[in-house]
């Protein structure tokens, strides 16, 4: 069982829409979740961050976060042309009470946004 | 406030050769992550270190890979003895000590021919 998954997609979905991307984790000690975007040939730049159950809403982006399910999501309302790029799902934990980068990442989904 | 700076963007080696990549972290950030990105597959990490210091190479291959940060300068990336198999998308991160939100450079793209 990979350790984070992510539905490797494509998800294609017309612009003006909502984008659901998903992800899941086998970790229970998992602390922190992060939803990063990558264009193709760029680097991965951080969208969204989580560390409790709920939701988190940043503009048109909205993370989920459900640790007893150890799911997380990612919506996207009003999908723009521009959002079209993959996502990566990433998670840490927290080693002997320190927290820090060491980040696992999910495959990816490519999500293509269609005028 | 320069972002955090990779170079080579881009390097051809051929099999047998040794790469260095190299990673200037953001003003401020003390600790450096690498991660590679093999082609269609996710990122992986490989190591994280602060100056003069290794804190886990977890994810580092045992053999032909080796990572430091000086006390003064970048952190360097060593792969000696470079296989088809290395050729991938190598991303440097940083962040502030004992935070988990990283800021990723632009990568160096690594071919081996």
């Known amino acids: 069982q990979k350790e984070v998954e992510q539905n490797s997609g494509p998800l294609s979905v017309p612009e003006g829409a909502i984008a659901s991307l998903n992800c899941t984790y086998s970790d229970r000690g998992s602390q922190s979740f992060f939803w990063y975007r990558q264009y193709s040939g760029k680097s991965p730049e951080l969208i969204m961050s989580?560390?409790?159950?709920g939701d988190k809403e940043d503009g048109r982006f909205t993370a989920q976060l459900n640790k007893a399910s150890q799911y997380v999501s990612l919506l996207i309302r009003d999908s723009q042309p521009s959002d079209s790029a993959t996502y990566l799902c990433?998670?840490?934990?927290?080693?002997?009470?320190?927290?820090?980068?060491?980040?696992?990442f999910g495959q990816g989904t490519i999500l293509t946004v269609h005028p | 406030n320069a972002g955090v700076m990779q170079n080579p963007r881009h390097l051809v080696r051929r099999r047998g050769q040794e790469a260095r990549l190299r990673c200037s972290p953001m003003k401020g950030h003390s600790h450096v992550y690498w991660y590679r990105q093999l082609p269609e597959e996710g990122l992986k990490f490989m190591v994280y270190?602060?100056?003069?210091?290794?804190?886990?190479e977890s994810g580092m291959p045992k053999e032909r890979f080796s990572a430091e940060f000086p006390k003064e300068g970048p952190s360097i990336l060593r792969i000696q003895q470079v296989v088809r198999g290395d050729s991938a998308a190598y991303f440097c991160a940083s962040g502030l000590p004992g935070a988990n939100v990283l800021t990723f450079g632009a990568g160096s793209r690594l071919t081996v021919l």
């Open positions: 990433a998670v840490t934990q927290t080693a002997g009470g320190t927290s820090y980068g060491k980040l696992t």
């Open positions: 989580i560390y409790s159950n």
């Open positions: 270190l602060q100056k003069e210091n290794i804190i886990d």
